[in-house]
């Protein structure tokens, strides 16, 4: 009964918002940062994944602008739950982490910042192909980082973050 309750529940949450719940209990419970600088996902399907952090006195530094390590939060965010979610679903254990991480910053944040992958298709391939093989492998994800209340679709910061991801027998 409490589990049909539930999952009927689960069915009125839009997806978003359930998305925002992992990743902010990963936080509190794995990477306190994350749950301190409280991100959200902003939009999700199996290409594109947008997360947001809103500017605020937890996330800027002394320019009134975002900080650097928030700014590198957001983009582990936005590229590692393609994976993560796409791990969950499977069922499999599997050691997800950044091997590098390579930042291009391009103007000041000065707003709220959107972090956005688009390569979910490929996260989904990817981490498939590391389950099937057993093997460690590793993927380039590219994210952008913008403030559209300020710069529109211009970019803020450009970031190449490397996913390795190896099978937990």
């Known amino acids: ?37 409280k991100p959200v996902v902003r939009f999700m399907d199996e290409e594109k994944c947008v997360i947001v952090i809103p500017l605020n006195r937890r996330t800027k530094n002394h ?21 993560m979610k796409h791990i969950l679903n499977s069922g499999k254990k599997v050691s997800l982490s950044f091997k590098d991480f390579h930042a291009e910053f391009l103007k000041r944040a000065e707003g709220d910042t959107y972090f956005t992958c688009t390569q979910g298709l490929e996260v989904s391939q ?15 994800l590219e994210i952008i980082a913008t403030c559209p209340d300020k710069l529109g679709d211009e970019p803020v910061a450009k970031f190449t973050l490397t996913l390795s991801l190896k099978r937990k027998d």
């Open 1 to 37: 009964m409490i589990k049909h309750v539930t999952k009927t529940l689960g069915d009125f949450i839009p997806q978003h918002i359930k998305d925002t719940a992992l990743i902010r209990i990963f936080g509190f419970t794995k990477i306190p940062l994350l749950w301190y600088i």
């Open 63 to 83: 320019l009134n602008s975002m900080y650097f390590g928030v700014l590198a939060a957001g983009a582990d965010c936005a590229g590692g739950l393609f994976a």
């Open 126 to 140: 990817f981490v498939d192909r590391v389950i099937e093989s057993g093997e460690r492998d590793n993927m380039p």
